[in-house]
């Protein structure tokens, strides 16, 4: 049994799909199902930041992610393929207008991501007070609650309905196909033989 920690929403229905494609079976959640069994696979349905988290402690031995999280998440994960679906960027952004001023002792960053943040700025030797906020990051800059936002950009409508223009790409991330070190040594050649089912699939 191989169990899969997958992303609710739409990056668990594609995974699922490439699944129905290489089985040619339905791998279909029942309602508000947590938990799928189907054909030796165990899919867990979990929040997209916890996918590492479940795949770390072992309690999934293989899953799908944004590169964006793996990276904010910092742990020891095997990345087996990029699958090339949920595509977005992480980007600095700031209000349109109103430029961050690098002059000032502290300059404030919303965001949800604090480790990708932190790395971005001590690289570049600019001291920051990051805020940490768990959704709508879009709104700091325009209460000043903040002097720009690191963000997820997607189709980038977010931010221009918010008068907030993008200043850098900090990454490029799509989903990937990750797996425990302890299951890729013991299933190796059950998730190897996935990896290169999905690897055809996706180019
Ligand atoms: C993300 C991100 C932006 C939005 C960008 O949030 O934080 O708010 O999507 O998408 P767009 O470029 O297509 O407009 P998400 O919807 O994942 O919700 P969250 O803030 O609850 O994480």
């Given at each position: 049994?191989?169990?899969?920690?997958?992303?609710?929403?739409?990056?668990?229905?594609?995974?699922?799909?490439?699944?129905?494609?290489?089985?040619?079976?339905?791998?279909?959640?029942?309602?508000?199902?947590?938990?799928?069994?189907?054909?030796?696979?165990?899919?867990?349905?979990?929040?997209?930041?916890?996918?590492?988290?479940?795949?770390?402690?072992?309690?999934?031995?293989?899953?799908?992610?944004?590169?964006?999280?793996?990276?904010?998440?910092?742990?020891?994960?095997?990345?087996?393929?990029?699958?090339?679906?949920?595509?977005?960027?992480?980007?600095?952004?700031?209000?349109?207008?109103?430029?961050?001023d690098y002059r000032k002792p502290r300059v404030k960053i919303a965001t949800k991501m604090p480790h990708i943040t932190m790395k971005?700025?001590?690289?570049?030797?600019?001291?920051?007070?990051?805020?940490?906020?768990?959704?709508?990051?879009?709104?700091?800059?325009?209460?000043?609650?903040?002097?720009?936002?690191?963000?997820?950009?997607?189709?980038?409508?977010?931010?221009?309905?918010?008068?907030?223009?993008?200043?850098?790409?900090?990454?490029?991330?799509?989903?990937?196909?990750?797996?425990?070190?302890?299951?890729?040594?013991?299933?190796?050649?059950?998730?190897?033989?996935?990896?290169?089912?999905?690897?055809?699939?996706?180019?």
């Open positions: 049994m191989i169990t899969v920690a997958l992303p609710k929403g739409r990056i668990a229905d594609e995974t699922l799909e490439l699944f129905n494609k290489v089985f040619k079976q339905d791998f279909v959640f029942k309602d508000r199902k947590l938990v799928l069994e189907h054909m030796g696979f165990k899919f867990l349905l979990v929040r997209n930041q916890d996918v590492p988290t479940y795949v770390h402690y072992q309690a999934a031995d293989i899953g799908v992610v944004g590169l964006d999280v793996l990276e904010e998440h910092e742990s020891d994960l095997i990345r087996l393929l990029d699958l090339g679906i949920g595509k977005c960027k992480v980007v600095l952004g700031s209000a349109i207008g109103k430029d961050i971005y700025f001590s690289k570049k030797a600019i001291a920051i007070d990051v805020i940490k906020l768990y959704g709508s990051i879009e709104l700091a800059p325009l209460v000043d609650l903040s002097d720009g936002i690191v963000d997820i950009v997607e189709t980038g409508a977010t931010m221009k309905q918010n008068n907030l223009k993008i200043d850098e790409i900090i990454m490029d991330s799509s989903a990937y196909l990750i797996a425990n070190k302890n299951s890729f040594y013991n299933k190796k050649q059950a998730i190897l033989d996935l990896q290169s089912e999905f690897q055809s699939l996706v180019g």
